[in-house]
């Protein structure tokens, strides 16, 4: 019996700490759809120079997704993707560093 808990309790928390790391994930701004049907920003999003809120931002810009390449402090580093095409000429280099409570996590797919 205790190892039947054991094990519960390792699976659980080897579950936990997959969850905690974001790196490789595809992530989409959160939005809303506007009266005429386009997407909008639910909230402007600072886009962060370093991993900390009080170094340099400006606002993010693109409704697009993003891949997560580094997590730290509670913020993520947020690359650009290929897009749709595979034409995004920026795809891979980063944009900066964002609050991950601000994106909503996308398919793989969508990132690739």
């Known amino acids: 019996m205790k190892q039947l808990f054991a094990t519960a309790a390792l699976a659980l928390l080897s579950l936990n700490s997959f969850a905690a790391n974001s790196v490789g994930q595809c992530v989409f701004p959160k939005y809303e759809i506007q009266k005429n049907g386009n997407m909008k920003l639910k909230k402007a999003i600072p886009i962060y120079s370093a991993a900390d809120v009080k170094s340099a931002s400006s606002l993010l810009t693109k409704l697009d997704g993003f891949k997560v390449i580094n997590q730290a402090n509670g913020l993520v580093q947020l690359a650009e993707v ?17 609050k991950l409570s601000d994106f909503d996590f996308q398919e793989l797919r969508n990132c690739n």
């Open 82 to 98: 290929p897009g749709a095409d595979g034409s995004n000429p920026n795809a891979g280099k980063s944009i900066g560093w964002a």
